[in-house]
């Protein structure tokens, strides 16, 4: 109401107010299209300018006094139309009489940025005369530059019916302010005499009558960065306009928030004074620390990276390198600055850039690039467009290029190629040497093995029992080294890709009859109960005969080392369509499940202790497995630890007559070893 009594005793005055307002407005509005942290409480002003023009006479002056726009009361009073009045001088409006109007003070005072206000005498375009208060304002300085002018005139016959709409203005005006989420407050003499709602909520008191009389400057950090409180004392006593300013207010019992402060000068009763805006910007400064801490986060990633980082304009030039890039190419970021990315290639290669990389958004290219006292280094780019479409639309064509250095890897993949390489020349030459060895190792092995056996047959009975027993080792252990020996040079065809199977076809029924006979041996000296389940009438296969043999003597010699004395071991045949089915079995120690797939490994023993009972060197079931997948088969194993095991061969090519496709396959033919 302060507002209300000071209107009733100087009305002019207060128009001069409400101009500074309307004008506040509009510097407000300009405000809001550039100032992100502007606030919508300004638009205030809109209830008094709407009863501004309905009671008063509105006429915009531009700096040379000449009329550049007026409201249709104006031009009613006056008697003009709008295309009459423009362009006109205002002082051309006053009337003649003696006393000279105060033009001069006028415009030297308006000029200065100071509201004039004053009664002059006025005539019409018809040479009516008639008496108005007026208020003069200019718009706000802008580099010291007075902008527009407004004038705004009010006939003394009007003056109850504008202070009943100033007075509504004045309470829609306060309303609206208690709405902003800004703190307002108006300062006289340094003191607060109006605060809106929110200023007690920002400032930290619990009722508004409690900031009225007090000096904002008490609520201010004095250890703030920036303008000092010293400052803005000394802005507020010469009621400076100022802004946008950042502050720290302290409040009792709370914790301090960061600020941003607008402020406007104007009179109140004759005196200066202020309108302060005071702006909570405690997020917009909690997300600007964040961001800062991310970026630094960032950039000591950045920094710390292995792999050279650049940002490159469209031109091709850095504008940014980290650490690595400069000790790589041995060169300051100074220096990187100074020259296109590409003059960092060998001269052969500057093309390479704009070829590889210009075509798409991301791509690879590999380099061998110079550095500094003419090292050649290879490395390898990798380019990518700036996650940033700001950033980017700045910069034509920029993009990020990641620079790794592979000197190092090369020379070390080349080496390795080498090291590969003269490998596999020395194992193939093993493998030639052990499969060319062939005949040398078998031919003595088996002259051994020849005469041993004759003498043992021929001279039996004249020999010594003693004789005889070192005989039988004799030709036991030369048996035992040719099973070694055909193994280790059947691996080494493997490996050189030497093995051959010759197929053709045989009789199956033939071929498991005489199974037996192969294992005579080893099944005589461990009483080995031999249990076959083979059908007759199995028609044909079409493979290699002797290599399968050697498949099936493998597994039945497995089989007969680990049984128990006195133990089992049997064989399963069938056939399924066109496919031959044998399962050799035993009841021995078995085959930890863990283990089922590894005994098809070289040199893999289920016993790898130094006291295992059974000997061998973990090659016969590899090499079964190899001649198998040759004939297109497949070999498993099941077993249960403790209770033996079954290896199960599946062999294609089996022919058998159309008569014979529904022989029952429960015939057997019970063959025996021989000598049992």
């Known amino acids: 109401m302060h507002y209300i009594i000071f209107i009733a005793g100087a009305l002019t005055g207060m128009i001069a107010v409400l101009v500074i307002l309307r004008l506040r407005h509009r510097q407000e509005e300009s405000d809001r299209r550039t100032d992100p942290f502007h606030s919508p409480s300004a638009t205030a002003v809109s209830g008094l300018s709407g009863s501004l023009n309905d009671q008063a006479l509105v006429v915009t002056l531009d700096t040379a006094w000449n009329v550049i726009d007026a409201n249709q009361r104006f031009l009613a009073i006056f008697d003009y139309d709008f295309a009459g009045l423009a362009g006109c001088s205002y002082f051309d409006l006053l009337a003649d ?27 019409s375009r018809h040479g009516r005369t008639f008496t108005l208060d007026v208020a003069f304002a200019p718009s706000p300085a802008i580099n010291d530059v007075v902008g527009n002018i407004t004038a705004i005139h009010l006939r003394p016959q009007d003056q109850p019916r504008f202070e009943q709409a100033l007075l509504e203005s004045e309470l829609r005006y306060r309303g609206l302010l208690d709405l902003s989420p800004d703190a307002i407050v108006v300062l006289n003499e340094g003191r607060i005499r109006y605060a809106n709602t929110t200023s007690c909520r920002i400032l930290g008191v619990t009722a508004r009558h409690k900031l009225l009389g007090r000096d904002l400057l008490q609520f201010i950090s004095p250890t703030q960065e920036g303008v000092t409180r010293e400052r803005l004392a000394e802005i507020f ?14 409040r009792r019992s709370r914790s301090p928030i960061d600020v941003r402060l607008f402020g406007s000068a104007f009179e109140i009763d004759g005196r200066p004074g202020m309108q302060v805006i005071v702006r909570d910007v405690s997020q917009w400064t909690r997300s600007v620390r964040a961001l800062e801490a991310s970026e630094k986060r960032f950039r000591n990633v950045v920094q710390h990276l292995g792999d050279g980082l650049f940002l490159l304009d469209g031109h091709g030039r850095t504008s940014f390198a980290n650490a690595a890039a400069e000790k790589m190419f041995g060169r300051s970021l100074r220096t990187l600055r100074a020259q296109p990315f590409d003059q960092l290639l060998m001269q052969s290669q500057w093309g390479t850039l704009r070829n590889v990389w210009r075509p798409r958004p ?23 467009k700036s996650p940033s479409k700001r950033w980017a639309a700045r910069r034509a064509g920029a993009f990020i290029a990641l620079v790794r250095d592979i000197t190092e890897r090369k020379l070390t993949e080349e080496a390795l190629v080498i090291a590969v390489e003269s490998a596999e020349a020395a194992d193939r030459a093993k493998s030639e040497f052990l499969a060319n060895m062939s005949h040398e190792l078998r031919t003595p092995l088996n002259a051994i093995i020849g005469f041993s056996d004759l003498i043992k047959t021929g001279y039996e009975n004249e020999l010594p029992e003693r004789a005889r027993t070192q005989l039988e080792f004799i030709l036991k252990a030369g048996r035992h080294l040719l099973a070694l020996i055909n193994d280790v040079l059947d691996l080494a065809k493997m490996d050189a890709g030497r093995l051959e199977i010759h197929k053709s076809k045989f009789s199956l029924d033939e071929f498991f009859r005489d199974v037996p006979h192969y294992t005579e041996g080893i099944f005589r000296e461990k009483e080995i109960q031999w249990v ?9 296969l079409y493979g ?49 499940a863990a283990m089922l797939d590894a005994v098809f490994r070289r040199f893999v023993q289920v016993d790898a202790s130094s006291k295992r009972r059974a000997q061998g060197t973990g090659l016969g079931l590899p090499i079964s497995k190899q001649l ?47 000598g049992e």
């Not at 690879?364 to 380019?383: D, E, K, N, S, Y």
């Not at 076959?532 to 044909?540: A, E």
């Not at 089915?581 to 085959?591: H, K, L, P, Q, Y």
Request: charge should be positive; glycine fraction near 10%.
């Open 544 to 592: 290699d005969e002797l290599r399968l043999r050697q498949v099936v003597v493998n597994l039945l010699s497995n089989a007969a080392k680990f049984s128990e004395p006195r133990g089992r071991v049997g064989i399963e045949v069938r056939i399924d369509v066109d496919r031959l089915r044998f399962d050799i079995w035993d009841e021995g120690t078995g085959i930890p």
């Open 532 to 540: 076959p389940s083979v059908p007759s009438d199995l028609g044909f």
């Open 97 to 123: 009489t003696k006393e000279r109007p105060p033009v001069d003070l006028i415009k030297s005072s308006v000029g200065d940025g100071r509201p004039w206000n004053g009664r002059l005498l006025y005539a």
């Open 362 to 384: 991301h791509a690879t290219a590999r380099w061998r690039l110079w550095r500094t006292m003419g090292t050649v280094r290879t490395t390898r780019a990798f380019r990518s």
């Open 237 to 250: 006593a010469h009621c400076e306009p100022f802004g946008p300013v950042d502050a720290r207010i302290l």
């Open 628 to 674: 198998v997948e040759m004939h297109g088969g497949t070999i498993h194993a099941e077993s249960t630890e403790g209770l033996g095991s079954r290896f199960i061969v599946v062999l294609p090519g089996v022919d058998r007559p159309e008569t014979l496709a529904a022989v029952d396959h429960g015939k057997s033919a019970a063959v025996a070893p021989r």
